[in-house]
């Protein structure tokens, strides 16, 4: 079997390191991208996935996050496809951008992305774990209260 190249995860890791190194020594790209309050009444439309790109609590969270990103990237784009990996990244990352608002309005980072595709890994596991009652309907003509693993 040959396995596929992660490649969305190499790449965010890639993009999201590189935007906050930079941002590191040129303030005006955090301030450009993080989220701020307010900003989205102004028309910055950008500010709803943008905090995804830079890691603003410094050098010591981005290496921390980037592993975690790699981590679960690795497992979630090979059982989730890339798509799914990529679309569970951008939901969760931009909802946990809007309820993070709240409490601190502004800052940036990928953590909050990276909990969705580690909980549909999460689910995805629990749904295949061996001895589980299945939520499937019975399969056409099954005895009821059959053994799943020898019906077929």
């Known amino acids: 079997m040959k ?24 303030p005006a790209v955090t301030e450009a991208l993080e989220r701020r309050q307010g900003a989205l009444g102004h028309w910055q439309l950008w500010r709803v996935a943008s905090p995804l790109l830079v890691q603003t ?20 784009e090979r059982l989730l496809g890339s798509a799914l990996f990529l679309g ?26 990276v909990l969705g595709p580690l909980g549909s890994c999460s689910r995805s596991c629990c749904a295949r774990w061996p001895g589980r009652r299945s939520t499937e309907p019975p399969r056409r003509g099954a005895r009821p209260g059959a053994s799943r693993r020898g019906a077929g």
């Open 88 to 113: 569970a990244f951008l939901v969760s990352g931009i909802v946990g951008h809007m309820v993070g608002s709240v409490w601190q309005p502004n800052a940036g980072g990928a953590s909050v992305g």
């Open 57 to 76: 609590d410094g050098v010591g969270a981005l290496v921390a996050v980037m592993g975690l990103l790699a981590m679960v990237g690795l497992i979630a």
């Open 3 to 26: 396995r596929r190249v992660p490649v969305v995860t190499i790449a965010l890791v890639a993009v999201i390191s590189a935007v906050s190194l930079i941002s590191y020594s040129h």
